[in-house]
């Protein structure tokens, strides 16, 4: 089958056997990191902007690597320095940018459904690097990526998600995309953080940590915005740990070959502990590798794929 | 009425009421001033009203202006409209209601009352000049758009509006509540991402004003109703003698939360598209008159306001061309007569304003002439309004206006030649 997706733009518009191709993909295009020289021309002469209408580090380095490393010229654009502060139009900044002939915008954005609105407006490929509370499509490949490599399946796994779900583009599109993949999902956080209906995306909600917990094969944790502390979601960090925190005796209740995973940035000491995020479990540090090779194949099957065949 | 007559209309009011037999067909030919109207197969009705559209003018009038408004008003069957003081600036003094009630006149399409802010600014701190402005012609006040949150401060304006007998419009909306969402809090603003608005944001100031009426003795209509706790709510209050009314409009007995098309901005609107459910109890509530009359809380916004990403969109979809033939599938799919309907499009309305729309000798001809069986697709293109956004646009409807006459001038009417919206003749 060949991948004819224009945009990536959530995991729902994901078919299961498109996001085998794409964790497929990515484990291919892993070995060129490891590389003397981490490039291959697969995308010389390709255009990426890297649109980025909220503050990202990670997530923005990770796509320009990814880009470079396939000899694609990348280009910038933040929400300090964009036409955006001047009072252009989201849609008006695009079509400006589409003028340029990029061959794939890249766009991370404030408000759930941004980059849906724009793909619909350009021809370039857009992948859609966070939006709002709705979906961040890359992060929850890159995971199943990570899991299928260490476990060698998703199917069939238990996977705990805890932490602030209403708020979290993150848990969405991993709910999501393991409960597609075959994979069983079930959530925990403070009452306040989980938002209505949530079950319809393929998970069941815990009463508490513990039942999540029980039996995972992964538990991921989700960082707790420090700038919602003392707000009515949660009263203190120190609660929050107390209830939702993960340590050594709670991760004793996983299967022994547990896997600790979290998306970033991490709040050592709320969320998770120290000892529990260096150790052997974690798989931390190997996301953010996996997360090179994902944004690789991304760009592979929408830039220069079997969808432009004709170019190569 | 339920019978077939001739109407004979003179000096702006109606002459007489006869049967057919008694006008001379020949009657015509002799005078070249009476011009005949053939009604066969439509239905005359009172003028219809729409107690609740934004007319935007002053100060938005890249949205709609009083013209465009009542153009869209007359082509959708309405003689009247009350316009709702959310302006720029606000109509929280008589100046600005004095003119809008001329430009109106100069308009000369429907007829427009306005309705006047109830706080200054529609700020909810202190109380406009609710006398003044009723002097001007307002017919009600309304802070529509936002709600009194202090409840100290709405006691108070029900009392001082009881005194000057003027009727308060209320927008139920706790907006602590509603926290800054911009749809139906549920599995569907999950789904999206999109931060939900519960409906207890609605019903918990629905309750609080059905308190605050019976504390204070004053009579409050509530605005575009669109949850079945608030429909249950009035319904027990009326139960018990509470001077209740409220309206709904077209789309929350028509779409839900599940039509929310990928973030599109025509379905955005306050309150939202709520759940199967509460379509249902708002359908319920127009049957058993829980609901007294429908408004279709016309709302024009330009692509600048629409055409931009979900959250940062306005709230408000247009309405007065869409609103009879929506109204109208009630009556088609039994949930509504025709009389019922009218009832609460043109009789209510007219009996919470305090004026009269009888089809009667010696009234105004205010009358619409309604084509049942018209089937049609909604075309935003062809509207009058200035606007676009309507949730509506394809959608097949059956029934609509076939002429709008404004004090025996006829100020709509369609080419049923064409059998589309054609241009006005």
Known sequence: MRFEKKDILDIESLEPWEISMILDTAQGMKEISERPVK??????????????????????????????????????????????????????????????????????????????????????????????????????????????EKKGKIAGLKISIIGDISHSRVARSDITGFSKMGATVSICAPRTMIPKGIEKLGCTVSPNMEACIEG??????????????????????????????????????????????????????????????????SIILEQVTNGVALRMALFYLVAGGSRHADSH | MDAKKDIIIKDHLIHAIVDPEYVDPEYKDADPNIHIIDAAGKILVPGLIDIHVHLREPGQEYKETIETGLAAAARGGFTTVCCMPNTNPVNDNSQVTRFIIQRGREVGLSRVYPVGAITRGLKGETLAEIHDMKQAGIVAVTDDGKPVLNSNLMRRALEYCRGLNIPVFVHAEDTCLADSGSMNEGSFSTFWGIKGIPNAAESVMVVRDIAL???????????????????????????????????????????????????????????????????QAVIEGLSDGTIDLIASDHAPHSVVEKDVEFDRAAFGIVGLETSLSLALKLVHDGNLTLPELIHKMAKQPA????????????????????????????????????????????MKVKGDAFLTMGGGKVVYQRDGQSGGHGDHP
């Open chain 1, 39 to 148: 490039k291959v021309p697969t995308l010389r002469g390709k255009t990426i902007v890297l649109f980025f209408q909220e503050p990202s580090t990670r997530t923005k380095l990770s796509f320009d690597t990814a880009a470079k490393r396939l000899s694609a010229d990348t280009h910038s654009i933040s929400a300090g320095t964009s036409s955006i502060v001047k009072g252009e139009t989201l849609i008006d900044t695009a079509k400006n940018l589409e003028a340029m002939k990029p061959d794939v915008i890249v766009l991370r954005h404030p408000s759930s459904g941004a980059p849906h609105l724009i793909a619909k407006r350009v021809k370039a490929s857009v992948i859609n690097a966070g939006d709002g509370i709705h979906a961040h499509p890359s992060q929850a490949l890159l995971d199943m990526m990570s899991v299928r």
């Open chain 1, 216 to 281: 995972s094969d992964v538990v991921m944790m989700l960082r707790i915005q420090k700038e919602r502390q003392g707000s009515i979601l949660f009263p203190t960090e120190r609660e929050y740990s107390t209830l939702f925190g993960l340590n050594r005796d709670r991760l004793k209740l996983a299967q022994k070959d547990v896997l600790v995973m979290h998306p970033g940035p991490m709040n050592r000491g709320v969320e998770i502990s120290s000892d529990v995020a260096d150790s052997d479990c």
């Open chain 2, 213 to 279: 009426s019976e504390l204070t003795d004053a009579p409050v209509h509530f605005c575009h109703i669109s949850t079945k706790e608030s429909i249950e709510a009035i319904r027990q209050a009326k139960k018990r003698g509470a001077k209740i009314t409220c309206e709904t409009a077209p789309h929350y007995f028509t779409l839900t939360d599940e039509d929310v098309k990928e973030y599109d901005t025509n379905f955005k609107m306050n309150p939202p598209l709520r759940s199967k459910e509460d379509r």
């Open chain 2, 351 to 394: 009996k919470i304003l305090g004026i009269n729309n009888d089809i009667k000798e010696g009234s105004r001809a205010d009358l619409t002439l309604i084509d049942p069986d018209h089937e049609y697709v909604i075309d935003p293109s062809t509207f009058r309004s200035k606007s676009r956004n309507t949730p509506f646009a394809g």
